[in-house]
């Protein structure tokens, strides 16, 4: 089945400074979701991709998915300390999403 | 509008005694259901997901069991507790429809197994 990998495990910012996780693939996706877990939450669903080479954009968050379809970033610019949480990304094939391991953010105020 | 129900939020099981958690699904039709979990600090691991009544696909062999007994109620059960069965348990639906693949997550069972 898909699998999807997730670096970094963690990343500690500054407030204010950028930050971005990347999710790989050695097969072709055909769809890559983004999901935020604040602590103690559940992950909500962000946004979805479909298309090769396709951007979206939402405020400060820009999400890419690579022209070969086999990876995918989240991009924050100038972080809060709203932004801390887990960042997953996930790819459904035939009904099935599969999870990366997720991007722990901490920002420091 | 659909809304999942997961509970207890809580639970904490000695060792060796069964579990039964319960996740429900309204506003929808024919979801397809998914039980993760959820390590202290790490990523989803899925655990179960059906796509129909009485269709359940188990992803990694373990100690537990999954049951859909009606189209949006999906139960998580084990009949004897191990130490490594705690962790955070996650309920999802989604409708895979075309391109739309989103999960909805419902707030989750934190177990703890002493």
């Known amino acids: 089945g898909q699998q999807v990998m997730q670096i970094p495990q963690y990343q500690h910012v500054q407030e204010g400074e950028d930050f971005t996780t990347y999710c790989n693939s050695s097969?072709?996706?055909?769809?890559i979701q983004w999901y935020k877990q604040r602590p103690g939450g559940h992950p909500v669903f962000l946004i979805q991709l479909v298309k090769s080479g396709e951007v979206k954009k939402q405020k400060r968050l820009t999400f890419q998915f690579g022209e070969a379809k086999k990876n995918s970033s989240l991009h924050i610019t100038a972080t809060q300390t709203t932004d801390v949480g887990t960042y997953f990304c996930?790819?459904?094939?035939?009904?099935?999403?599969?999870f990366g391991d997720g991007t722990t953010l901490t920002v420091k105020p | 509008s659909q809304t999942i129900h997961q509970w207890p939020a809580t639970l904490v099981q000695p060792v060796g005694s069964p579990l039964s958690l319960e996740c429900t699904v309204e506003?929808?039709?024919?979801?397809?259901l998914y039980w993760y979990r959820q390590a202290a600090g790490r990523g989803l691991q899925l655990l179960f997901y059906s796509v129909g009544i009485g269709q359940i696909s188990s992803e990694v062999p373990q100690n537990l069991s999954a049951s859909r007994p009606q189209d949006r109620q999906f139960i998580l059960s084990s009949k004897k507790l191990l130490l490594s069965d705690s962790g955070f348990y996650l309920c999802a639906w989604s409708v895979f429809s075309g391109l739309n693949t989103e999960a909805f997550f419902g707030q989750g069972t934190r177990l703890t197994v002493v």
């Open positions: 506003g929808t039709s024919n979801p397809n």
């Open positions: 097969t072709t996706l055909s769809n």
């Open positions: 996930a790819s459904t094939n035939a009904g099935k999403s599969t």
